[in-house]
């Protein structure tokens, strides 16, 4: 086991795709990730998933769950729900008990399959926030699965999160990327589930087996990014450098020469629970919990990607 000092110095959880995300001292996990984490999503009047690459107004959109809902085992009751804010808009509160009708045709990417449907008042909502027919809709875990590429993670799940059920990144590789750019980033561009501290920049990429509260997470694939990174999480706004710069160093030309070249820029490394039969219930990661490196690969041209 590879002694670092690598600790979690933060928890995000993102409980509508691409709206905001909330920064938590501790969370529950799942099989498909944290709880709570991408367990919503806007759609269109078609059913396809609304993301920040062509919604980029979503990133204004903040959520906030009760405090308690990061507690293990908190049930929700009548009383508690999701609130959502968003600029020139009044608040919407979501119960977080199960919405009564289930919509079909609901889909993300390649999945599609049935949801739960948040009803009329949070349609309208992000109807008339993003200007177009639109419906907020919750992961039926109850009748749908959504299987993680098998070639990365074979048997795994998740909800309505790209591709993995967990995204960690650390602080070092920010910084590697802060002393490039004209302007600095904070790390919610890249919108990663753990935030780790006390490693080199780009350590990760090289993680297969970390340890965390005596939970073993694989690292499965290196995250390749799109546009969602240049895209101002305070203002909406695009700034096309990060991607410019992510391209000269933290591209598959750069870092697997040998490898095919798909034009794909990495940063952060996708996770999933080892044993997420026994793992999945029941435990939580803590910010300032020690990151304990397992297994690793000695360069990220080996790394699976």
Known sequence: MEKTKARVASIFVYPIKSCRGISVPQAPLTPTGFRWDRQWVVVNSKGRAY????EPKLA???VKLPDEAFSEGWLPTAYSFLVLKAPGMNELKIS??????????????????????????AANWFSNYLGKPSRLVRFNAASE??????????GHNIMFSDGYPFLLLSQGSLDALNNLLKEPVPINRFRPNIFVDG???FSEDLWTEVEINKITFRGVKLCSRCKVPSIDQETAVVKPEINETLKKFRSDKVLRPTGKQQGKVFMGQNMVLKDFLKDGKGKVI??????NVVKMVSSAAEAAA
């Open 51 to 54: 993301t920040q690459r062509v």
């Open 145 to 154: 699965t959504r299987p993680v590429d098998p070639q990365y993670a074979n």
């Open 199 to 201: 490693c080199e920049p």
């Open 286 to 291: 803590k910010v300032g919990d020690p990151v």
């Open 96 to 121: 977080l008990s199960k919405p009564g009708e289930v919509t079909d045709g609901v889909s993300v990417w390649e999945w599609s399959g049935s949801a739960w449907d948040e009803g009329h008042e």
């Open 60 to 62: 204004l959109v903040t």
